[in-house]
């Protein structure tokens, strides 16, 4: 009996080496085929260019082809979907804005997939500031002009957004609740479409990722209200904030961009991705080529803490959902 105790001891540790030595030989072997980034949103948009910029690199430094495929559709559901159900092999990733992670789970009740539980986070990646802009022919100049003319016509003012529960979306939604005011979203796939409906008049405004816009508003095809940074940038020293044209204490919660895998991808494959991907982005070469001319600042990071950004966030935007009674069944 003693004996048969012991021997299926051995057997149990034989197995166990044996799937701790399988984990470390794949990610050993990792990669030997092509490396998937999925984008649940439209090409152009911020998300688009992070994770093309990084699969550039990481098709380098890995010696195989990283592809990106986009996969846009219901605020980033579909995308995140197709990776949080693939083989947790490290050859199907996700670069994904906060919206996926962190306000979907409080704005659905039936998402398919669970946000905070069924991927494992790589890392940040990095943080854009926004911007509020308008159509040039809207009469306003000003934030206070803005204000007022919403006041004046109570819902009839279209902003765009990059998606229910986007940044772009729960921002202006804040700016109502700060001001009294009521604008009507219209929701696009990505944040590209929607520019170049408010370039085009067909919407009135938006609120977006600075480096997106930077070239139709310095060509006169928009117009800048001011920026959602704490602080005035030193590229636009003469662009107030939000918070200083009249609304104190406001601040556009800045989108944010992360990598992720399925959950059970090997932590050999999450470490390997880690320290590549952090790698590039601490490459002067990569911040002045890709990072700077889009207003991007990196924020990469440790699997752990990226996760804790992720709880943390969620924990903020959740409260501001239930507050305001947001709800997308």
Not at 273 to 282: E, G, L, P, S, Y
């Amino acid at each position: 009996m003693k004996a048969t105790r012991v021997f299926s001891r051995l057997a149990l540790c034989v197995l166990c080496g044996m799937g701790a030595w399988g984990a470390s030989a794949a990610a050993q072997s990792y990669p030997s085929k092509p490396v998937h980034i999925v984008v649940p949103f439209a090409p152009g948009g911020i998300t688009d260019i992070l994770a093309r910029a990084l699969a550039q690199r990481l098709t380098e430094s890995l010696g195989q082809q990283v592809v990106v495929e986009n996969k846009p559709g219901a605020t980033g559901q579909v995308g995140a979907e197709a990776v949080a159900k693939a083989a947790p092999d490290g050859y199907t990733l996700l670069v994904a804005a906060d919206a996926t992670f962190v306000t979907n789970p409080h704005f659905y009740s039936r998402l398919v997939f669970d946000a905070l539980n069924d991927f494992a986070p790589i890392t940040a990646l990095g943080i854009s500031p926004q911007a509020l802009i308008v159509n040039p022919a809207l009469p306003v100049r000003t934030l206070d002009d803005l204000i007022a003319l919403a006041r004046k016509q109570p819902g009839e003012i279209n902003y765009g957004t990059f998606g229910i529960g986007s940044s772009g979306h729960l921002n202006i939604v804040l700016l109502g609740e700060m001001t009294g005011t009521r604008f009507t979203p219209v929701h696009y796939r990505g944040a590209a479409p929607a520019i170049t409906d408010v370039i085009g008049g067909h919407i009135q405004m938006m609120i977006v990722s600075i480096g997106l816009i930077a070239q139709p508003w310095q060509s006169g095809q928009l117009r800048v209200l001011g920026f959602g940074s704490p602080a005035r940038l030193p590229q636009y020293p003469d662009v107030p904030t939000l918070a200083e044209s009249g609304l104190p204490g406001y601040e556009a919660g800045s989108s944010w961009y992360g990598l992720a895998a399925p959950k059970g991808t090997p932590a050999d494959i999450i470490n390997l991705i880690n320290a590549q991907t952090r790698r590039i982005f601490d490459e002067p070469s990569f911040r002045e080529q890709f990072l700077a001319p889009n207003f991007i600042f990196s924020i990469v990071s440790p699997p752990d803490v990226f996760a804790e950004r992720i709880r943390a966030e969620s924990t903020k935007w959740g409260k501001l959902i239930r507050d305001t009674g947001l709800k997308i069944e």
